[in-house]
Nanobody, 127 residues
Framework: QVQLVESGGGLVQGGGSLRLSCAASVSSFTPNAMAWFRQVPGKEREFVAAVSWSTGSTAYADSVKGRFTIARDNAKNAVYLQMNSLKSEDTAVYCC????????????????????WGQGTQVTISS
């Protein structure tokens, strides 16, 4: 059973940076894509960014373009989310997800496309 484990969340002031990490518990696990989603209470899960495991191609939500960067490390079976210029509206629980579903990365924005999920890590931005 593959588990995804996130780390790196916390409290940071607006304008600051955080780096989230997510690692798969099984070294032989090879997804087609991994992604980050975020959720706040009372709202639906929101796509943040995705990366193709084979090509490294990426996709981003408009709200984070130019501020967030997703990257993967195939050797470590890990994905990272570098978040810069953080705003209060970025406050959420951030979850990483993985899938063996294969589509162009720009289509991989729906939670239903991902079969594997982490527990989430809280990111809080203070104003």
């Amino acid at each position: 059973q593959v588990q995804l484990v996130e780390s790196g969340g916390g409290l940071v002031q607006g304008g600051g940076s955080l780096r989230l990490s997510c690692a798969a518990s099984v070294s032989s696990f090879t997804p087609n894509a991994m992604a980050w989603f975020r959720q706040v209470p009372g709202k639906e899960r929101e796509f943040v960014a995705a990366v193709s495991w084979s090509t490294g191609s990426t996709a981003y939500a408009d709200s984070v373009k130019g501020r967030f960067t997703i990257a993967r490390d195939n050797a470590k079976n890990a994905v990272y989310l570098q978040m810069n210029s953080l705003k209060s509206e970025d406050t959420a629980v951030y979850c990483c997800a993985a899938t063996r579903f294969s589509r162009p990365i720009t289509y991989m924005t729906q939670p239903s496309m991902y079969a594997y999920w982490g527990q989430g890590t809280q990111v809080t931005i203070s104003s």
